[in-house]
């Protein structure tokens, strides 16, 4: 692949980097490393001296409140103040209606905020396991991009292919995690789509998602395929289509590949380029580059509880694909070959679905197909 990409030309990508030795090289030579006090040779009492006029505490203000944000605020009953009895229902408004929940987000801008950054995330989890992270050990930062879209066959050849590259998440690993962890971490509206026609029966619950029926997968880092076969009915989507393509000719400079399973493969094995665009395919054509963006050692700044990576960085935006009705509600069904709507396919709402496609007795108006479509703000 590196025929094709040629990282030597491109300044942001690093050199290969073996994960497991970057770490033991660090921790041997961190002991070596001199304390600021050696380094400038001070003594006891002259060292205590200056820490005491520039130590954290000699920062602080008097009467100095701590501002903690909170993932979860506990609203107090029966008080008289109406302004705690407004929030209270609204927040109860966001917890029941997603769309509502996205869209006061998408205006307050709290996806600008990280939230490894933010204070209730050093704060101990209720319900999630305290397991202490085993030193040394490193901390991987990942990007995940949004799938690309997919060009039509007829377009091809009369619009020039630029697509567009947007970081939909963002993830720390710990090296000692394995591949399946940051997987089934990654959240992806093809996973979550719900597959079917539901128009005969569009109250009936939803038992099965597209990630429940198709659970193959693979990372491609480094020239190795790590595919997903934790479950019997996983397929090797490398080894029986994309190697032996690549072996079929020479000519073609790609190659040669291996490959390994995800399940038994971690982080510190790796050998990884900063910077540079991996792959992460699943739902069989679904394909997300992924970026290493960073390599630290775990420090006293990380969460120490294990059991919390791989855990988002960041958060982003995600903007809502509004009903084509309303205009105001984001999209829960995508109706086809309905001959009384202006376009095939069309988008709407859950409210405007039933009031344009189906009587008052919930019987079906003339011949359509209708499948549930999963908003991307609803699901993060």
């Known amino acids: 692949m590196e025929n094709i990409h040629k990282s030597a030309s491109r300044p942001w990508i690093s050199d290969r980097i073996n994960v497991k030795e970057f ?3 660090w921790f041997a030579t961190s002991p070596c490393l001199k304390s600021t006090k050696e380094v400038f040779q001070l003594k006891d009492k002259e060292f205590a001296e200056i820490e005491a006029e520039c130590g954290l505490d000699a920062m602080k203000c008097l009467s100095q409140l701590d501002v903690k944000v909170y ?3 506990v609203m107090p009953i029966n008080s008289g103040l109406k302004t705690l ?3 209270k229902e609204d927040l109860e408004k966001r917890e029941n209606n997603p769309d509502y929940d996205a869209l006061v987000k998408e205006s307050r801008k709290v996806y600008s905020c990280p939230p490894a950054e933010m204070n209730y995330y050093s704060e101990e989890h209720t319900g999630v396991p305290f397991e202490e992270v085993v030193k040394p050990e490193v901390v991987l930062s990942i990007q995940i991009f949004r799938p ?6 007829f377009q091809r050849s009369t619009t020039q292919r630029n697509p567009g590259f947007n970081i939909d998440q963002e993830f720390m690993v710990l090296g000692s995690q394995f591949l399946t962890e940051l997987r089934d971490k990654i959240i992806c509206i093809s996973d979550e789509a719900i597959p079917g026609d539901y128009s005969e029966h569009p109250n009936m619950s939803v038992e099965v998602r597209c990630k429940d029926l198709y659970k193959s997968g693979f990372f491609y880092i480094d020239g190795v395929f790590y595919n997903d076969l934790r479950h019997k009915d996983c397929r090797d989507y490398s080894s029986k289509t994309i190697i032996k393509w690549a072996a079929s000719r020479e000519d073609r400079g790609i190659g040669p590949f291996q490959k390994a399973t995800m399940e038994r493969t971690q982080f ?4 990884i380029q900063l910077g540079y665009p991996y792959v992460y395919v699943h739902q069989g054509n679904c394909e997300h580059l992924i970026v290493f963006s960073d390599l630290l050692m775990h420090s ?8 919390e990576y791989p855990r988002h960085a960041v958060l982003k935006q995600k903007k809502r694909t509004l009903c084509m009705v309303c205009q105001k509600h984001a999209v829960e069904w995508i109706v086809h070959d309905n001959k009384l709507l202006p376009q095939n396919p069309f988008f709407f709402c859950k409210q405007c679905f039933f009031s344009f496609n189906y009587d008052e007795n919930n019987k079906k108006i003339g011949d359509f197909r209708a499948y549930h ?3 991307r703000s609803t699901i993060m």
């Open 148 to 153: 690309e879209k997919k060009v039509a066959v």
């Open 268 to 271: 510190i094995d790796l050998n």
């Open 300 to 307: 006293s700044h990380h969460s120490n509880n294990r059991n």
């Open 71 to 73: 993932k979860n605020i």
């Open 373 to 375: 479509r999963i908003d």
């Open 23 to 25: 770490r033991d090289d």
């Open 85 to 87: 009895g407004v929030q």
